[in-house]
């Protein structure tokens, strides 16, 4: 049971235009999203969170909606650079700070230049 | 140290040997993670360690899986009889505030059963 999707394996985007990754979860009670950035042969790197009572954070070129209704949330990446490609995986947070993390599968980023 | 540091980065056993792999986490971070990613999938969770409480064991996908935390700092997972369906890379992460301000990982052990 995938309780965080992501449906995209891989996108393709030019220099300088916007790209965006998208996530679907299933669990209404998940307080907490997280977006990683993982490159080839290194750990994954936190790069923006957004709390389940808020629709929107901004971080510099990255910003991360969130669409409880639609149990949907992506990122924004504006304008994307080629050192932005590598592999994105979202995260949820199960409520009550338990200390894991629920995954998606990821999604593969290639920023052509 | 620095970063989390994982050791070995890569290590190819035969089916039903034993495996240890090691994970070094950031100094006075009081969390430690183990996931591990499957070729094609998402991060699993394995185990958490949180200070001195007991581990929250519930990701281990069977009882050839183990993991200790010596002394609130290094951690070692550990995997018997090793299956072909444990090849993943195991990934260690370690937090001073909790999974929602974000983890920090290491590279990662990638291990092959052949």
């Known amino acids: 049971d995938q309780q965080v999707k992501q449906n995209s394996p891989s996108l393709s985007v030019q220099e300088g235009r916007i790209s965006i990754l998208n996530c679907d979860y299933t669990?209404?009670?998940?307080?907490?999203f997280l977006w990683y950035k993982k490159y080839p042969a290194e750990g994954p790197t936190f790069l923006i969170s957004i709390s389940s009572i808020k629709d929107k954070n901004e971080d510099g070129r990255f910003t991360v909606f969130l669409n409880k209704s639609a149990k949907h949330l992506s990122l924004h990446i504006v304008p994307s650079q080629p050192g932005d490609s590598a592999v994105y995986f979202c995260a949820a947070s199960p409520p009550g700070n338990t200390g894991k993390l629920i995954f998606g599968q990821g999604t593969t980023l290639q920023v052509k230049p | 140290g620095a970063g989390v540091s994982q050791s070995p980065s890569n290590k190819v056993t035969e089916k039903g040997k034993d495996v240890e792999l090691r994970c070094d986490p950031i100094s006075g971070h009081t969390a430690l993670y183990w996931y591990r990613q499957s070729l094609g999938q998402g991060l699993e969770f394995l185990i958490y360690f949180q200070g001195n409480s007991a581990p929250d064991k519930s990701g281990l996908p069977s009882d050839r899986f183990s993991a200790e935390r010596t002394g609130g700092s290094v951690s070692t997972l550990t995997i018997q009889r090793t299956q072909q369906e444990d090849s993943a890379v195991y990934l260690c992460?370690?937090?001073?505030?909790?999974?929602?301000?974000?983890?920090?990982f290491g590279s990662g052990t990638r291990l092959t059963v052949v």
């Open positions: 669990n209404s009670m998940f307080d907490y």
């Open positions: 992460a370690s937090s001073s505030r909790g999974s929602r301000y974000g983890y920090t």
